[in-house]
């Protein structure tokens, strides 16, 4: 057995999956082999989410019955509402809550000792989470903002539903399409911190809203999920300044300050959703007429990667970099930005667990040791 340590385990090879694979060098990302770019421009989140679950793309008929089961799971209980409205009472944030939220869906789960190596009961588990979670956040949302929950439509998709549930307004074109690319940007990304935490989790045998919950835990945290907050309170920054957006930039790099959105742990070029969303913006600005943050955004990225060169230092911007801006152009509150990650990941994990559980083993690492070397007790009286 190797004595080599790796710490965060970077580098380190501990499954094979056949969901996703990335090149960072090249900046490509599939799914299932097929290109995420012909993905999000051509597929639906429902399908993307077949194709995760089931190893490939639906045909009509499938496509119709996988999503209208999935609308016919999106109503959440009333003891889950008061529970939110508890939450949005102490002012707990959105990501604490859809954690919580989604724990306490286990309650009403109609197949509750299903065999882990079901994997059709497994699908259907799954399916009744990923369909809840929009109407969690977004009930939430309007609790905390004093208004009623709306119940979810059957009638719209999945990004449709969600952004109807939080505005109580049935989005346009545009906006409805942006949202279901950028759901389906986010499904999967690898062994991740959250897919990871639940793939651990799951290891074990527990259930799957254990480690749909687990993986929203490892999410909230901030060197995982929240960057594209970080970016959108950075934008806002620039845009409250005096200074025009290039010499803001400018005097925050020079006082030691980073720009968040930049960088990543697996890409050295450019995310490729990165550029998908960057398009995104464009339509978006040129529908609202409002294009400061496409202006802000590519004002900074143009700087970044030119007078500093930063690409070649394996800089360039991530998803993050662009989705807060897209988020914001839609309406969505920028504390909400990381639980919407978690709505779309939370397919990638449920598909994970269901690859994992095809030949499960019990994720157990070893940690080196490193304390003192034996030495005797000493009793309390003699110390």
Request: glycine share 10%.
């Amino acid at each position: 057995m190797s004595e080599q340590l790796s710490k965060g385990l970077e580098g380190v090879l501990v499954a094979e999956s056949s969901l996703s694979d990335i090149d960072g060098d090249a900046g490509q990302l599939i799914y299932r082999g097929y290109d995420i770019e012909d993905l999000a421009r051509e597929a639906s989140y429902e399908e993307v989410l077949h194709l995760l679950w089931y190893g490939e793309l639906p045909t009509e008929q499938q496509l119709a019955e996988f999503s209208d089961s999935m609308a016919a799971d999106r109503a959440v209980s009333g003891g889950v509402l008061d529970t939110l409205a508890d939450l949005a009472e102490a002012d707990e944030t959105p990501m604490a809550a859809l954690r919580t939220g989604v724990s306490l869906l286990s309650a009403a789960e109609p197949e509750p000792d299903k065999d882990v190596e079901d994997a059709d009961a497994t699908r259907r588990e799954g399916r009744r989470i990923v369909a809840k979670i929009p109407t969690i956040l977004a009930a939430y949302d309007r609790l905390r903002r004093g208004e009623e929950p709306i119940e979810p439509r059957e009638d719209l998709s999945y990004a449709g539903n969600f952004l109807y549930m939080l505005t109580g307004e049935e989005p346009g074109g545009v906006a409805e399409e942006t949202f279901d690319m950028a759901l389906i940007l986010h499904a999967d990304h690898g062994l991740n911190a959250s897919t990871f935490t639940a793939m651990v989790i799951a290891s074990t045998q527990a259930d799957l809203y254990s480690a749909v919950t687990g993986g929203i835990g490892a999410l909230s945290g901030p060197l995982h999920g929240g960057a594209n907050q970080d970016v959108m309170e950075v934008l806002q920054e620039v845009d409250g300044s005096s200074k025009d957006p290039l010499q803001w930039v400018k005097d925050r790099i020079d006082a030691g300050g980073r720009i968040p959105g930049w960088g990543h742990r697996v890409y050295n070029v450019k995310d490729p959703r990165a550029k998908i969303l960057q398009s995104k913006l464009a339509d978006l600005s040129e529908e609202t007429g409002e294009s400061k943050w496409l202006d802000y955004t590519s004002t900074i990225e143009e700087y970044l990667t030119g007078e500093m060169e930063l690409p070649a230092k394996g800089i360039a911007p991530n998803v993050d970099y662009y989705s807060g801006s897209v988020y914001y152009n839609l309406g969505i509150p920028i504390d909400m930005y990381t639980p919407i990650f978690a709505m779309s990941r939370s397919g990638g994990w449920v598909a994970h667990v269901l690859e994992y559980w095809q030949d499960n083993r019990l994720i157990r690492p070893r940690g080196r040791y490193v304390g003192p070397k034996p030495r005797p007790f000493v009793p309390v009286d003699e110390r």
